[in-house]
């Protein structure tokens, strides 16, 4: 079965620290997607990022970064300098394929979520 | 173009009403999704559909809860009667086939007292 386990239920920081938050995943496919979600205090969920299992290269997006190791099956999530407008709950997520690659679209998984408080 | 719209954003209800949620997916998506949050099991799918057409409801609670799509440019879930332990934000999101991204919307706050 799939499964998303997100361990730091709540990670504290102040600014400008640089903060990762894990994520590992279980699945038995080999085509599948990872996500990451913010969640700020208004409650919308946030896109931050996808990936696709054949894709291991790691991604930076301004003050995001993103390390998918299949090896250990994580997909863990780094802010760099954090602010005090990142403070949210992040999940991560995962969603298979039916069917491989470019097949029906499954629904999400979505570990627990780690809340990341700021403070200035 | 518009996202997600979700109606209505907040609502109280007291136990035993009917109550009707309501999605209008982003036009030219096929896939719908339904989910609730809540504290003690987080975000957990309810039912998605595809082209209108319900995939995957194993995680409708019970008999109480129903979702429909009658169109591709709208959905509902109902919950009748309600119970308390129905609260919860209910998130409904769309996509598009080959995509695998779902886009969210701003979730319908319930309360059943």
């Known amino acids: 079965a799939q499964k998303v386990t997100q361990a730091q239920t709540e990670i504290s920081v102040v600014e400008k620290e640089d903060v990762t938050l894990d994520c590992v995943y279980e699945t038995r496919d080999t085509t599948y997607y990872l996500f990451w979600y913010k969640q700020p205090p208004s409650g919308e969920l946030v896109f931050l990022i996808r990936r696709n299992s054949f894709d291991e290269q790691n991604e930076i997006s301004g003050r995001y970064s993103w390390n998918f190791q299949k090896s250990t099956s994580s997909f863990n999530f780094t802010i760099t300098a954090s602010q005090v407008v990142d403070s949210a709950v992040y999940f991560c997520a995962l969603s298979e394929s039916r069917g491989g690659y470019g097949g029906s679209q499954g629904n999400l998984i979505f570990g627990k979520g780690t809340k990341l408080s700021v403070k200035p | 173009d518009a996202g997600v719209i979700q109606s209505p954003r907040h609502e109280v209800t007291e136990m035993g009403q009917e109550v009707t949620l309501r999605c209008k997916p982003i036009s030219g998506h096929d896939y719908l999704f339904w989910y609730r949050q809540t504290m003690m099991r987080g975000l957990e799918l309810l039912i998605y559909?595809?082209?209108?057409?319900?995939?995957?409801d194993s995680g409708m609670p019970e008999d109480r809860f129903s979702a429909k799509m009658p169109n591709a440019s709208f959905s509902t879930l109902k919950i009748q009667p309600s119970e308390p332990r129905d609260s919860a934000v209910y998130f409904c999101?769309?996509?598009?086939?080959?995509?695998?991204?779902?886009?969210f919307g701003p979730g319908t706050r319930l309360t059943v007292t």
């Open positions: 999101a769309s996509g598009i086939q080959g995509d695998y991204e779902q886009y």
């Open positions: 559909f595809n082209n209108n057409v319900p995939i995957d």
